[in-house]
C-alpha cells in the first residue's frame, strides 16, 4: 500500500512524498526470483515421482578372418622372444647380421624402396609457340653465337655477312631499328666506301627494299626495319635527322661522312650517345623495336674509361653492340699500321704508323722482355681476340666483336712486305677454335680485381707485367775486339756495368713469380696457366742469362789466349755449358717451364713464345774470330785530325709525316 499526502490548491494538486525508485526495483526481483525458484523445484520433485525405465545395453563383436600366408616368411628374417638391447646392425647377431646385403658396417640399417613407375600419364596439353626461342651463349665449332667473344674475319666484308644474318634474325623477332655507327678517322675511308658498295645487296638480301615499297608499310609504325647512321670521331655525328627504310637516303647518309682531323675516337662516348638517343624506340609507342649498334672502327678508343658506363648503359636497354673492328696484338697496347702517301710525288716506302689497339686484357698478362739478338723488336702476334673493353661491350650487351685483318693466315708467318696497306703487321696468326679455350676474363674491373686476389700466382703475373712494361730490358753486347789488354779489359768492364744494371731489374721481376709459384697448382683457367708458365720461363731464362753474361765477363777479364795467333777477337756465343751449378739449376727449372707450355698449349702465341726462347741455349762459350782494326795515328803536332768526307746520297722523292690514323 502506498501513503500519499494530498495538498489542495488552485494550481491542482501534486505527491509530495513517494517511496524511491530503487526500493521498488529490489521487491521485484525478489518476487520473481522466487516464482522461478517455486517452478524448478516443483519440476524437479515431478522427475523423482513419475516411473521409468534403464535401456539396457550389450556389446558384440564379429571375428575377423585373416588370410592365410600363402609364401613362408624369408629365412633372413629373425625373430627372437628375447627382447634385444639394440636395433638394426647391432642386434641379435650384431654386425653378421647385415653383412649379407651390406658392404659397408653400418649402425643404422637403410633399406631403400623403389618406387612403382607411374605408365599412365593422362593427357598433356601442347602449346605451340610461334615466337622463337633464342639460347646461348653456346660456342659451336661452325658458327659463333651472340655474346661468345671474337670472330676472326679477313676483313669488313667478311663480317657483313654475319651481321646481315643478325639483322634478318632480329627483324624476324620483331620491328627493329639499326644504327650504322662510323669511325670517321682517314684509316678508314676505303673501307666506308667498300661498306657502301655493299648496302644495295645488304638491304636487297634482307628483302627491305620490296617490303618499303608495299603499301602496307607505308605507315611509320608498320615498317619492318628502320636504319640510322652516325659519325663519331672526337664527336658524334647523326647524318640521318629521322630513322628511315630509305636506301637513297641511308647512301647518301654513308658518302657524307667526312675524315676527323682530331686523331680521337671516342667510340664508348658515341655508343652511349647513340643508345641513349634512340632508347624510345623500345618502347610500345615506337613498336617495342628491337635495336641493334653496328659499330665500325680500327682502334681500341680514346675514351676506355667511359667503357663500363657505356657497357651497363646498353645491357640495361638491351640493345646488342655489334664491332668490325681490328685484332689486338698478343699482350701489347700498341700496334702498328702500314702507310703509304697516296701521292706518287712523295716518297713512297712505307712507314709504319703506332696505334692504339690493345691489350686484350684488362691488365697486361705478358712480360715485355726483349729476346736476345732481337736488336730491342717486338714482334707482335695476334692474340685471336680484340681490343678488351670492345670486346667486353660486345660480349655483355649479347653482340659479336669480328677481328678482321686483310692477310689472317693461320700457320705461317706473315712478313711486314705482304701486309695490306692501313693494315697492322702480324707475324703469326692462329687457329679460333684453338684459342676459344683461352678466352680473356670479360668482367668488370671490381671481379677482375677480386679473382686476381683470389689466387696469387696470377696477382704475381699481372703485377711483374706491369712492372717490365715500363723498364724494358735491352740486348747485351757479345763482341770483344782486343788491341790491347787494357783496351779490351775496359769493353769487359763496361759490358759487365751495362748487364749489372739490367740484372736488379730481372731479379725483382723474378721475385714477384716467385711469390705465387705455390698458387701454381690452384689456377683453373688454361690462359692464366699458359701465361704464368711462360713468364716464369722467361725471366729464368733471361736471369741466367745475364748471371752467365756478368760471370762469364769476369772469367775473361783474368786473361785468356787465343788459340790462333791471327785472331783478334773474342765472341760470345749460346751454349749449354754453365759457369757454376747454381746456373745449372735454374736453367733446368726454366726449361722444364718453357717445355711445358709448349707441351700443354700447342699451336697458341704462349708456346710460339716458348720455343722461340727455347731457340738459343741458356749459357755462354767464349769463340774467337778476327777483326779488321785499323792503326791508331798520332796526329803530328797541333794539326787535327780530318774527318773523311762523305759521299752524298743520292736524293730522291720528299717524305712526309702521315694524317692522324
Known sequence: MTLLRRTTGTEGAAPVDRLPSITRNVTAWFASFGIHALLLFGLAVATLALPHERDKLTLSYEPVELPEETEPLSEEFLSSDRPMEDLGALSQSRDSSALASATVIEEHSLVLF???????????????????????????????????????????????????????????????????????????????????DRFHGIYEQ?????????????????????????????????LTPQPTDQLEEIEAAVAAIEDDASGRENVFRAVASVAEKYRNYRLSRHGRRNVMIIVFTDESGDDVNEAGATVDLCRKLAMP???????????????????????????????????????????????????????????????????????????????????????????????????????THFAAFFDPKVMRRYQPDYISVLEYRHRLNKNRACRALTEAAQLSWTTPIDGVRTRFPKRNEAELAELLSRSQRAAAIRQPKVDQLYQILLSGESARGGIESPRWQAGYDLAMGRVLATKVRIDGYNATLAIAKQGMAFKDPENNTWVLKTDSTFSNSSLEKLAKKAEDYLNRV??????????????????????????????????????????RPQRPRRVPRPTGPPRRNPPAL
Open 321 to 423: 653492340v655489334y664491332i668490325v673492328g681490328r685484332p689486338a696484338p698478343f699482350g701489347r697496347r700498341t700496334a702498328y699500321v702500314k702507310w703509304i702517301d697516296p701521292d706518287p710525288n712523295f716518297d713512297q716506302r712505307p712507314q709504319w704508323v703506332p696505334v692504339s689497339l690493345g691489350p686484350e686484357t684488362l691488365l697486361p698478362e705478358r712480360l715485355k722482355l726483349h729476346f736476345l739478338g732481337a736488336d730491342g723488336r717486338d714482334e707482335l702476334l695476334d692474340s685471336g681476340y680484340g681490343p678488351y673493353e670492345l670486346t667486353r661491350l660486345c660480349y655483355e650487351t649479347g653482340g659479336l666483336y669480328f677481328a678482321a685483318h686483310p692477310n689472317r693466315a693461320v700457320g705461317r708467318r706473315v712478313s711486314g712486305r705482304e701486309t695490306t696497306e692501313l693494315a
Open 598 to 639: 709448349i707441351d700443354e698449349h700447342t699451336n697458341t702465341p704462349w708456346a710460339l713464345l716458348a720455343q722461340r726462347e727455347l731457340k738459343s741455349p741458356l749459357g755462354w762459350r767464349w769463340d774467337e774470330t778476327s777483326t779488321y782494326l785499323p792503326p791508331l795515328e798520332q796526329p803530328s803536332g797541333n794539326a
Open 206 to 238: 634482307l628483302g627491305l627494299i620490296e617490303a618499303a615499297n608495299n603499301p602496307a608499310f607505308h605507315q611509320h609504325d608498320d615498317k619492318p626495319m628502320l636504319t640510322a647512321v652516325v659519325g663519331f670521331g672526337e664527336q658524334v655525328h647523326v
Open 114 to 196: 623403389e618406387p612403382e613407375m607411374i605408365t599412365d600419364y593422362g593427357e598433356r596439353l601442347v602449346i605451340e609457340v610461334d615466337s622463337p626461342i633464342f639460347e646461348g651463349p653456346e660456342i659451336t665449332d661452325d658458327l659463333p653465337v651472340q655474346g661468345a667473344g671474337s670472330v676472326g674475319t679477313t676483313g669488313a666484308m667478311g663480317a657483313i655477312d654475319r651481321i646481315t644474318h643478325e639483322i634478318l634474325t632480329s627483324v624476324e623477332q620483331q620491328p627493329t631499328l639499326v644504327v650504322w655507327l662510323f669511325d670517321q678517322s682517314g684509316s678508314l675511308r676505303k673501307e666506308r666506301e667498300r661498306i657502301l
